[in-house]
């Protein structure tokens, strides 16, 4: 089974980058990059931190959940950088490999992946 994932990224060749890098680790499919619209109003976007006893990790074994970035824990549309948002389908036995690519190259996720 595949799980949907949205990540925003600063820039189109940073979410590019990161796309070839999903494409290289994991199995994904249906990847499509494209520019933030108004309809990001309504989504609430997180950074993600590694999971490991309190220290940062990549290790595949610990997987990336969202951390509070602001007063309220969330990361509101109006104030993130993040531009360009990849969309695409993770095998979900490589959903935790895809949350470390994300957070090693600075994606911010859309916190409804973690529900």
Same mark, same amino acid.
């Given at each position: 089974?595949?799980?949907?994932?949205?990540?925003?990224?600063?820039?189109?060749?940073?979410?590019?980058? +990161?796309?070839?890098? @999903?494409? *290289? /680790? %994991?199995? &994904?499919?249906? !990847?499509?990059?494209?520019? +933030?619209?108004?309809? @990001?109003? *309504? /989504? %609430?976007? &997180?950074?993600? !931190?590694?999971?490991?006893?309190?220290?940062?990790?990549?290790?595949?074994?610990?997987?990336?959940?969202?951390?509070?970035?602001?007063?309220?824990?969330?990361?509101?549309?109006?104030?993130?950088?993040?531009?360009?948002?990849?969309?695409?389908?993770?095998?979900?036995?490589?959903?935790?490999?895809?949350?470390?690519?994300?957070?090693?190259?600075?994606?911010?996720?859309?916190?409804?992946?973690?529900?």
């Amino acid at each position: 089974m595949f799980k949907s994932l949205q990540a925003y990224f600063k820039t189109e060749n940073d979410a590019e980058s +990161v796309h070839a890098k @999903l494409n *290289n /680790k %994991v199995n &994904v499919r249906n !990847v499509m990059i494209d520019e +933030v619209s108004d309809g @990001l109003k *309504n /989504k %609430v976007v &997180v950074p993600l !931190v590694a999971a490991s006893g309190g220290q940062s990790s990549t290790t595949p074994s610990s997987s990336p959940y969202p951390i509070p970035a602001l007063g309220d824990g969330l990361l509101k549309p109006g104030q993130t950088e993040h531009k360009t948002v990849l969309e695409c389908e993770v095998a979900e036995e490589d959903f935790g490999e895809a949350l470390i690519i994300l957070q090693e190259n600075e994606a911010h996720v859309d916190k409804n992946a973690f529900e």
